[in-house]
């Protein structure tokens, strides 16, 4: 795929799906912009959003955000948006065919990643093409990290 500039340290962070690194192995990962209404925008700017058990779907041409949770703005009244609406995610026809075939034919998945806010000030979603890993995969991701965490602590001893 193409190669996607990183999300920017100095961005951001509204909302991080940190279990998704841990229940798949993400492949490849695409920056795309969300069709978000003021009130959604809003609701982000506070730092209110879930995505932990949000996906991606492939559909009519487009890829779609589902299950994704932005509360509704309190100061919203009569103009908010559904709290867990199916949101429109902006990608180019080239992105999307790959990550159409990523899905269909090697049975990947979309994951959400983090929503984060860009240097223009516009919403992004760091979405990831991802395979899941079966529990004997989980649990060698948890060796590693504890060994890493143990090997920290022995050189902090050592000095």
């Known amino acids: 795929?193409?190669?996607?500039?990183?999300?920017?340290?100095?961005?951001?962070?509204?909302?991080?799906?940190?279990?998704?690194?841990?229940?798949?192995?993400?492949?490849?990962?695409?920056?795309?912009?969300?069709?978000?209404?003021?009130?959604?925008?809003?609701?982000?700017?506070?730092?209110?959003?879930?995505?932990?058990?949000?996906?991606?779907?492939?559909?009519?041409?487009?890829?779609?955000?589902?299950?994704?949770?932005?509360?509704?703005?309190?100061?919203?009244?009569?103009f908010n948006h559904e709290p867990r609406r199916r949101r429109k995610l902006l990608l180019n026809k080239r992105e999307i065919a790959k990550l159409g075939q990523g899905v269909a034919r090697e049975g990947m998945t979309l994951v959400p990643l983090k929503i984060y806010f860009n240097d223009k000030g516009r919403a992004k979603l760091l979405l990831g093409l991802a395979r899941g890993k079966k529990l004997h995969d989980k649990r060698e991701t948890e060796k590693q990290r504890d060994w890493a965490r143990e090997k920290g602590r022995l050189l902090k001893e050592r000095g």
């Open 1 to 78: 795929m193409n190669q996607v500039k990183k999300a920017d340290p100095n961005n951001k962070i509204v909302a991080e799906n940190r279990k998704a690194r841990f229940s798949y192995e993400v492949l490849d990962t695409v920056e795309a912009g969300l069709v978000l209404t003021g009130t959604e925008v809003k609701s982000l700017r506070q730092g209110q959003a879930n995505i932990q058990e949000s996906y991606a779907s492939v559909e009519d041409g487009g890829i779609w955000l589902i299950n994704s949770y932005l509360p509704e703005y309190l100061q919203g009244n009569r």
